[in-house]
Antibody, heavy 126, light 108 residues
Framework: QVQLQESGPGLVKPSETLSLTCTVS??????????WGWIRQSPGKGLEWIGS???????NYEPSLKSRVTMSLDTSKNQISLNLNSVTAADTAVYYC??????????????????WGQGTRVNVSS | SSELTQDPAVSVALGQTVRITCQGD??????ASWSQQKPGQAPVLVIF???NRPSGIPDRFSGSGSRDTASLIITGAQAEDEADYYC???????????FGGGTKLTVL
């Protein structure tokens, strides 16, 4: 059973870069058909998709964050990284990584987040 | 539009049936997935596809859909079902993940 674990600094100063890592155990990040997503949740708010990276490193980002986000795979460590630059207080949130299986079959498509990390809290403050 | 709309809050009496809905244009081509999130915890997948439950999810959880609306149905709601529920799909391009705003379920 795959397990995901987020890690990174809990405190980031405004205008700096937030860097997080998601370490995957129990399965390879290059397994065909799976994507790896970063999702955040601001205090008292809902889930917000940040972006996803495929098993071959193809990325897609939330349009409103695209100019500030970079995601990458480290296959040697079985990790997915997230960099979000020029952070402000609005980026304070719990950050989750999740495994997604997007596919289409029989005329319908699916987006299934079947595994999630426990989340890591990031506070943006000076 | 590229968004999924959910009612912010729904309540149900203990043991009764409740329907939580998710509406969006993407659901004309995507089956919604549903995740449950309890306070201080990560989301957990409860329904995916037409009406599929991951291993360990009670059979009182089911899903349905019609045109641009998907529903999560809890038949015989229990106290432990009190949580936030989120639907998700991708947009029509298939490039971007969508999450609904979430529905807070209260079991009375």
């Amino acid at each position: 059973q795959v397990q995901l674990q987020e890690s990174g600094p809990g405190l980031v100063k405004p205008s700096e870069t937030l860097s997080l890592t998601c370490t995957v155990s129990g399965g390879s990040i290059t397994i065909t058909s799976y994507y790896w997503g970063w999702i955040r949740q601001s205090p008292g708010k809902g889930l917000e998709w940040i972006g996803s990276i495929s098993y071959v490193g193809r990325t897609n980002y939330e349009p409103s964050l695209k100019s500030r986000v970079t995601m990458s795979l480290d296959t040697s460590k079985n990790q997915i990284s997230l960099n979000l630059n020029s952070v402000t207080a609005a980026d304070t949130a719990v950050y989750y990584c999740g495994r997604e299986r997007p596919y289409c079959s029989g005329g319908y498509c699916y987006s299934i987040f079947d595994s999630w990390g426990q989340g890591t809290r990031v506070n943006v403050s000076s | 539009s590229s968004e999924l709309t959910q009612d912010p809050a729904v309540s149900v009496a203990l043991g009764q049936t409740v329907r939580i809905t998710c509406q969006g244009d993407s659901l004309r081509s995507y089956y919604a997935s549903w995740s449950q999130q309890k306070p201080g915890q990560a989301p957990v997948l409860v329904i995916f596809g037409k009406n599929n439950r991951p291993s360990g999810i009670p059979d009182r959880f089911s899903g349905s859909g019609s045109r641009d609306t998907a529903s999560l149905i809890i038949t015989g709601a229990q106290a432990e079902d009190e949580a936030d529920y989120y639907c998700n799909s991708r947009d029509s391009s298939g490039d971007h993940v969508l999450f609904g705003g979430g529905t807070k379920l209260t079991v009375l």
